[in-house]
């Protein structure tokens, strides 16, 4: 894994490419590759890692949802926080993000998970950790991505203004150093999950207040909505 051999979205790579040829980033490579040989299986497919930064090209980010790490079932992560692809039954975790959607600006819950349509509006959704080892949640943390994915944010924060940032979980909480809030906004609220939502997710409004800080920078709102797909449970 270098700079000159990452598939990455050219204005991503442009920006945060060199940072793969650091020492650090070639461990990551080596660990994911003896992983992978020892028959670990590992979520999500290689070329899917970074299609958080594929999908929302660095000019077209308007706000930035951090996860954790990808989910660590089969077939359920594609690269995007919380979300899922089309057909797979949408996680408790995001469950309670469409609950809370609905409550703040009445978007109902759609019938899928797939947040892919987020993404094209100009919703970075990274994860902190790009990969994870099947039924084993965390199992690639303190390998390197943290990292990567710090620079990603404060590349954001240094090249970009009126950017908005939903910290949801300690986790994502601790990026926040990386953010000057004199020229971005920062929400931060608990993590969607079922064990920590009712602590303050459910309630902290911030899909409406995303789109009152954009309007007053002079932009436009997200459209939260999400088009109809196939069927999840």
Not at 46 to 56: I, Q, V
Not at 103 to 120: F, K, M, N, Y
């Amino acid at each position: 894994m270098s700079g000159s051999d990452v598939v990455l979205e050219p204005s991503w790579k442009d920006r945060v490419g060199g940072y793969f040829a650091r020492d650090d980033m070639r461990a990551l490579s080596m660990f994911l590759r003896e992983r992978k040989a020892s028959g670990a299986r590992i979520h999500p497919p290689g070329p899917r890692m970074l299609a958080a930064l594929d999908a929302t090209p660095f000019e077209a980010v308007r706000v930035v949802v951090l996860g954790q790490d990808p989910y660590h079932g089969a077939g359920q992560a594609h690269g995007l926080s919380f979300s899922v692809p089309h057909g797979v039954p949408v996680p408790p975790s995001l469950a309670n993000v469409f609950k809370e959607l609905e409550r703040d600006v009445g978007v109902p819950r759609p019938a899928h998970g797939c947040l892919e349509a987020w993404a094209t509006r100009g919703v970075l959704l990274l994860n902190a950790v790009l990969s994870v080892e099947d039924g084993r949640p965390g199992s690639h943390q303190g390998r390197g991505w943290e990292g990567f994915t710090d620079e990603v944010v404060t590349t954001l924060g240094r090249e970009r203004d009126g950017l908005v940032f939903l910290l949801w979980g300690a986790y994502a909480q601790a990026k926040g150093k990386l953010i000057d809030r004199e020229r971005h906004r920062v929400l931060r609220a608990p993590h969607p999950s079922p064990l920590s939502a009712h602590r303050g997710f459910f309630g902290c409004g911030h899909f409406s207040a995303t789109n009152a800080y954009l309007c007053r920078q002079g932009g436009t709102p997200i459209d939260w909505s999400l088009p109809p797909g196939a069927t999840a449970a």
